[in-house]
């Protein structure tokens, strides 16, 4: 008689099951994590950019009565008049036991140093306006409002903030008449890069991107485009093609900060082109994304079926007609997507333009390609350089404008892509 | 006459070139046999017509644009007074400089010099005149070419082969830029590294340890002499990498992993474009970030420990940049993942493997080397980075290991000394260029394991 049983497999296996199936509930539970993690990171970094930048798009005005004394005006240049003091005067009447010199200089340090300009334009318009008085909205100093957004707390002992005391009341009394409210904050979208972070907008960064991704297009659409029909329909299988082959793969994955090195070296001391120009960075983008476009065009263009070439040729049409009037407008879906995606990575570079010199602070709306201008992501980068507190939540609203850009560009292709792509 | 309107007005005479070519074409077989006698359709003969009167000019065009400037300038500088013809280098420079400034109009009445007032007039008087002559030398071209070809328009002319080989040579052309632009990016940082060399001996610069690229200008000047060693900021680059790479390969290869033999296809359906937002974010946005959220972040729970952190650890850096390299690993995981037959995994299965064991010890194993290549290329674009660590880590290069101190890199020393305003010639700004060298020739490296780790390794199924 058996007294013992023999263990058998299954018993073996059987006692191992729950622990493997123990093991394999993690490993998918760790796999599930790793994607909730980049989510989260994804998650984490739009609500963070959002939480600081949705209070830059309104901005702290102060209304003013606005006196346009005649006597400041008995100049021959209407430029040359001195708008400060009006605003200075028309302080003074809001406030009219605030004596003392420096009490009067931190009276006027509330409103922007910018008012005198928009004074300057009003009356430049119209000079009809002058010997009237007028409710005009004039920016507020950047510290204003900070205040008013909640950033400069009341609680922190004076000497540790930017507003002392008697300021603090001053805003409070101009809060009390409703002078002092937030408004939509069209100087952001308005005017050009500035010192001030309530004057600093980003007009002049956004025109310089335009400028250098209408350059890029241009360049390299036409040029990725004809590399990827030679190399795909044209050329030979020898050595020289595949070294072509070689060389863009390689070209992809270049760090971006060479190719600025190479447009430092090359277009601005060899071809002694203008610094900081949309043309030049215009150039250095076009290396940087001629491979993207050319390894996608390859891509569409393989996925053309053969038969449909084979048709065109056996009608008779010769090798370039056939390519021109029947494979090239079936891969165009293909060629577009990929050029978009391009030019939504060129839109976010910044690295190779900080080298050709678009890293100066430039004031002025660029109206031509080699006027010197600024792009948004480099501009950004400048921003958040700035010690100023007003220019945190600007940098992360010029940063959710370009991810907004980004955003629409890649909706724009996939949009494409669906639309018109075909499954033979 | 600026070059806009002279390219306009090329281009009209190219459009009445190919409406004449044609008309030439239809003309010469007479009306009753019409258009079946021509070789070619009739359009090309109009295009090959219009290609003729439009090419040589362009050539005219380009060398006047590249030379053009040099040669005035050159010529304006004859006309200055011996003197002033005699200075060393960078005296021209500045001569040339004010020079171009009075041309442009930049310079305030009161600081004109006369002499060179004079010699800017002169330039801006050659200027004009060498800009008609560009506009007569390139219409003179356009009709002499245009009728050239038009002479020669036969009905048996081959018009669209030559229309052919012209558009592929300008194929061949456009091809060979992606060349020019490897030999440029080689001759061009590798050129300037030679004037560091110079300066600087090669040993140094590869084996020092000391980075200070500060260098007296005069000789009782305090301030560190310039030592040029490049181990602390090669080390600050792989420490940071490094970093990144442990963040983002677990992640990037578990979410691969997952999405592919776990994920349903809902899932799969919102959580890859959600990768590809990872990827698409511009690296100024994960600098801010880094800068604005994570690195206070470290630093304030770094003081709950009692540890003491800088305020630009190689942690935050390298957190976020391992962040913005997730997607790198994960897609290119995925794609080789996907890519191990079906039958692999049906055997394992068969022999009651759970599905864990399966991918732990079948597909990974198979899909080894494109992993191990996404890695290597992932750890190419790590080192590459640049506006990441330009926000959110140091200048200072330091020689260490803890990943709470601030270090440099490689690339925020590229950008500091190039963005500055220091002479060019100088050996602190030409060190930029051969740090550039130094980059490119590691990435590139780096490239080619990846690659021929993959081509020689690579499982072929049927």
């Known amino acids: 008689m058996q007294a013992e049983k023999r263990e058998t497999t299954m018993d073996r296996v059987s006692k191992g099951l729950a622990r493997r199936y123990r093991r394999e509930r993690w490993f998918r539970l760790f796999g599930l994590s790793a994607i909730v993690t980049s989510v989260c990171f994804i998650a984490l970094l739009f609500v963070s950019i959002g939480a600081n930048g949705w209070s830059a798009f309104q901005q702290t005005e102060v209304l003013l009565d606005i006196h346009f004394d005649k006597e400041q005006f008995d100049v021959d240049n209407l430029s040359t008049a001195n708008y400060g003091a009006l605003v200075k005067n028309s302080m003074q009447a809001l406030f009219p036991d605030v004596t003392g010199r420096s009490d009067k200089r931190e009276l006027n340090k509330l409103v922007s140093s910018g008012a005198s300009y928009v004074l300057q334009k009003m009356v430049i318009k119209d000079t009809g306006i002058i010997g009237s008085t007028k409710k005009i909205w004039l920016p507020a100093d950047d510290e204003v409002d900070m205040f008013l957004k909640g950033y400069i707390s009341r609680d922190v002992a004076e000497s540790a903030r930017r507003l002392n005391d008697k300021q603090i009341g001053w805003i409070d009394q101009l809060v009390a008449e409703g002078r002092l409210e937030k408004k939509f904050n069209t100087i952001f979208f308005t005017a050009g890069d500035s010192r001030e972070p309530e004057l600093a907008g980003i007009r002049g960064a956004v025109a ?110 010769s090798k370039m007609q056939a390519i021109t009037h029947h494979i090239l407008p079936l891969a165009m879906p293909g060629m577009m997507t990929g050029t978009i995606i391009g030019m939504a990575q060129a839109l976010g570079e910044t690295a190779p333009l900080l080298m050709i010199g678009m890293v100066a602070f430039i004031v002025d709306v660029p109206h031509g390609v080699t006027d010197p201008a600024t792009v948004l992501p480099v501009q950004i980068y400048l921003w958040a350089d700035s010690p100023e507190r007003a220019f945190v939540e600007r940098t992360s609203a010029a940063i959710m404008v370009l991810l907004g850009f980004l955003i629409s560009m890649n909706a724009i292709a996939v949009f494409l892509r669906r639309k018109f792509e075909r499954r033979w | 006459m600026s070059p806009s309107i002279l390219l306009l007005i090329l281009l009209t005479l190219a459009s009445f070139a190919y409406m004449q070519g044609k008309r030439r074409a239809f003309s010469l077989t007479g009306p009753e046999v019409g258009s079946s006698r021509l070789h070619s359709r009739p359009g090309y003969y109009g295009m090959l017509t219009a290609l003729w009167c439009v ?164 000789a009782d ?220 020739i590691v990435t590139l490296i780096l490239n080619v394991i990846a690659l021929y780790v993959v081509r020689r390794y690579r499982e072929e199924y049927e």
């Open chain 1, 208 to 317: 310089g991107s335009l400028f250098t991704l209408a350059v890029t297009l241009l360049l390299s659409f036409p040029i990725g485009v004809a590399t990827a029909v030679y190399l795909e329909e044209f050329a030979p299988r020898n050595r020289w093609t595949d070294l072509v082959e070689v060389n863009i793969n390689n070209l992809a994955a270049v760090p971006s900060i060479v190719f600025g090195l190479l447009g430092l070296a090359v277009f601005l001391n060899v071809f002694g082109m203008p610094r900081s120009a949309p043309l030049v960075g215009g150039l250095v983008l076009t290396l940087m994304t001629l491979p993207t476009i050319i390894i996608a065009s390859r891509a569409s263009l393989k996925s053309v079926p053969p038969s449909i070439r084979e048709a065109a040729l056996g009608v008779g049409a």
């Open chain 2, 221 to 440: 000047q305090a301030g560190s002499s310039g030592s040029f060693g490049a181990i602390p900021v090669l080390a600050g680059t792989f420490m940071i990498s490094g970093i990144a790479l442990a963040v983002a390969v677990p992640i990037g290869l578990m979410s691969a992993i997952y999405l592919s033999e776990y994920a349903s296809s809902r899932v799969r359906a919102w959580a890859k474009p959600i990768m590809e937002i990872l990827a698409g974010v511009p690296t100024v946005v994960y600098g801010f970030f880094a800068a604005l959220v994570v690195a206070p972040f470290i630093r304030d729970s770094g003081e709950l420990f009692g540890l003491n952190v800088s305020s630009e650890s190689a942690l935050a850096a390298g957190l976020v940049m391992g962040v913005m390299i997730i997607p790198f690993v994960s897609s290119l995981s995925d794609d080789v993942i996907n890519a191990v037959p079906q039958a692999m995994r049906d055997g394992s299965y068969g022999l009651g493997a759970t599905k864990s064991e399966t991918i732990l010890r079948v597909i990974v194993p198979a899909a080894l080397p494109g992993i191990v290549g996404g890695v290597l290329l992932a750890a190419s674009r790590a080192i590459g980075e640049t506006m990441i660590v330009v926000m959110a880590a140091g200048l200072s290069a330091n020689l260490t290991a803890n990943p709470l101190q601030a270090v440099t890199t490689v690339t925020v020393q590229i950008v500091t000394l190039l963005v500055g305003d220091q002479e060019f010639d100088s050996p602190k700004t030409l060190v930029a260029f051969a740090l550039g060298l130094l980059l490119f």
């Open chain 2, 55 to 218: 090419l040589p000019p362009l050539i005219v065009f380009a060398f006047w644009m590249a030379f053009s400037d040099s040669i005035l300038i050159a010529m304006a500088m004859k006309a200055l007074p011996n003197s002033l013809q005699e200075l060393s280098a960078d005296q021209t420079n500045l001569l040339v400089n004010n020079l171009r400034n009075l041309i442009a109009g930049h310079v305030a009445a009161r600081d004109i010099d006369p002499i060179l007032q004079q010699v800017a007039e002169q330039y801006i008087g050659m200027e004009r005149i060498s800009q008609i002559a560009l506009g007569v030398v390139m219409l003179v071209t356009a009709v002499f070419s245009m009728s050239y070809v038009y002479r020669r328009i036969r009905p048996e002319m081959r018009a669209r082969n030559h229309v052919e080989r012209i558009v592929q040579i300008s194929l061949v052309l456009c091809s060979t830029i992606a060349i020019l632009t490897t030999i440029g990016i080689v001759l061009s940082v590798l050129f300037e590294s030679i004037r560091f060399f110079q300066q600087v001996p090669l040993t140094d610069f590869l084996f020092g340890l000391k980075w200070s690229p500060q260098m007296a200008m005069r």
